[in-house]
């Protein structure tokens, strides 16, 4: 009857000499979905490998190649593998732990101490063997939430490089874009140095008849000047585009030659809505990983908490110990023992109570950096549906004045070489047709790069099923080690 008490009061003591936690509550709350003014349709379905729409199989095999060689996603993935095996190695605390510990030295025992005759005073070898065996019994889930916190981590890690895929095969695409317009504004630049030593020549055919002076002659080699430059600096941008997405796909100036005009459809369709989807946030990896980033904060303080009870692991051992080789594994050399190890804050200065606190605020932190990953991705979304609302606008009247100045350059030309206008009228009606087919330049493929980043706003061809890029998907799998 005594022992019946005696252990019930042991436990109960053991639970109030624990040093109390701290009654710290979150201050950060998360956005919930019906706050955002989300619409009421998905959105469309984006097919994997989405980029071959545009119709490039140079741009396909670039951006195959990126996927593969890409050094930002390969520290992504990299990553990635750590929290995993960070996850593995606190699963593996969770499980009982055995190691095998053996010890021989020569010793000189002395006289006077527990060693009797014969073996004090004398010079023997002692020997151990022990097989150790240790269980932390999880009584109050602290292990469990370290477990957890992982977990979450390692997803967040997994859905980390997903973003990461996604983000680098959009700015990929849109570079590719971006090495269009410069060979379109090349190609501006060498038909505009065309058109002022066309200009010349006329000039100087005038001359020659009378009708103009030598003075339009030099102006017009100062334009042919001019036009060169602009046709030096068309050249560089283009080049640069071409160092950038070799650098993209890991490669350095080697691949710079092997790198062709682009044969991209523009006006390529890419699936988009015409309004903010109703499930936006399911689809991002970014806020996916926000999200879990929350969850593993919220085990990370769960396991702040439980620090405060005891922490009771249990022991045993079995092996050999003895004074001389001869007798090391005998019988009578066997040793065993079995018993709990209870470890018990009482007084630690307020570390455990810190501990929690800053759990907490590292959970308040992923709360508030999720909320910021929501707001910026229906922002990103809205901007890219009112950029390509007002782009389509733009391109209809761009039309127009493209039309508009090609018929006021004919004119000029016309009256000029018929001695109606002087070089002047000509060459402002050059000037206003390049500033229209640059700008034509600008905005059609500002429509296909705001195609791609609506795109890369919805989550692109993100599989939530399937976070992980399929050549370490089996890392994220939630096995035991």
Known sequence: MKRAFFFPAVASLLLTACVSSPSTTPRETEIKPAQLGLGTMPAPAIPQGWWTGFGDPQLDGLIAKMLSDNPTLAGALARMRSAQSQLSSARADSYPQLTLDGQEQRERFSKSFIIPPPYGGKTEWMGTLEANLSWNIDFWGRQSAIIAKARSGAKAAALDAAAARLALSGTFAQAYVGL??????????????????????????????????????DEAKALIAQAQENLTQANAAREIFVHQIAAFTGQGAEAYATIARPQINLDAVLPQPDSLPADLLARRPDVMAAQERVSAAMSGREAAHAAFYPNINLATFAGFQAIGLASMFTGNALTYGIGPAIHLPIFDAGKLRAEYAGATADLDEAVADYNATVLAAVRQTADALTQIQATQKERGEQNAAIASAMRSLKLAETRYRTGLSNELEVLIAQTILLQAEQQQASIETDAATQRVTLLLALGGDFDPAHPAPKQIRSATQDSAP
């Open 180 to 217: 269009v317009r410069a060979y379109i504004l090349s190609d501006i630049a060498a038909d505009t140095l065309k058109q002022r030593e066309h200009v010349l020549a006329l000039t100087n055919s005038l001359v020659k008849s009378g009708l103009e002076n030598v003075s339009s002659q």
